[in-house]
């Protein structure tokens, strides 16, 4: 009964995910994309965009006292990224369990990072990784009205 209520309201969600500019430079958008599509998630928003250092700094604001924080926004700002809105049962989890752990060295193997990424700053993906960081990442580069449900 308990299971029942719990699939019966399994939640649709939205996560933020970014193709970050190491990945976009090896040419695997495509690649990255379709493990989304396999996994069951819809893609429902997406564009290239080239941030700027105050867009990269004010997206990464939760790290701005780490020590990697200027390493950190020079890569999200050296080539343009892939941004998208992933839609789906469970896709704030679904998505993070198929980016794999931030270092690649730690990433399990057939994790986008563990296949794509080179060290753990330029790590290939971004995701989400709550239901209230989903919603203001979203927000951050897509307008309700450009989120297609579907
Ligand atoms: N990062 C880094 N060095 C570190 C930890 C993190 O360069 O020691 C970068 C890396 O690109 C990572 C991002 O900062 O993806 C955000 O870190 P977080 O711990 O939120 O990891 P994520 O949620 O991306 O797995």
Redesign the pocket.
């Known amino acids: 009964f308990i299971l029942f209520f719990i699939g019966f309201y399994m939640a649709i969600e939205r996560t933020l995910s970014i193709i ?1 500019p190491d990945a976009v430079a090896k040419n695997v958008i495509g690649q990255i994309v379709a493990r989304f599509e396999q996994a069951g998630l819809k893609v429902v928003a997406a564009r290239l965009a080239q941030l700027s250092r105050a867009e990269a700094e004010r997206f ?1 604001a939760v ?1 701005s006292a ?1 020590p ?1 924080f200027k ?2 926004v020079d ?1 999200m700002v050296s080539g343009p990224v892939f941004v998208q809105v992933l839609e789906g049962e469970n896709a704030i989890q679904k998505n993070r369990d198929l ?1 794999g ?2 270092d690649p060295k730690k990433a399990e193997p057939g994790t986008i990072r563990a296949d794509f990424a080179d060290s ?4 290939a993906v ?2 989400s ?1 709550a239901a209230e960081t989903a919603a203001v990442e979203v927000a951050f580069f897509f307008p309700e009205s450009q989120v297609y449900s579907r």
């Open positions: 970050k990464y790290h780490r990697f390493d950190l890569f980016m752990a931030t753990i700053d330029a790590n971004h995701g990784d």
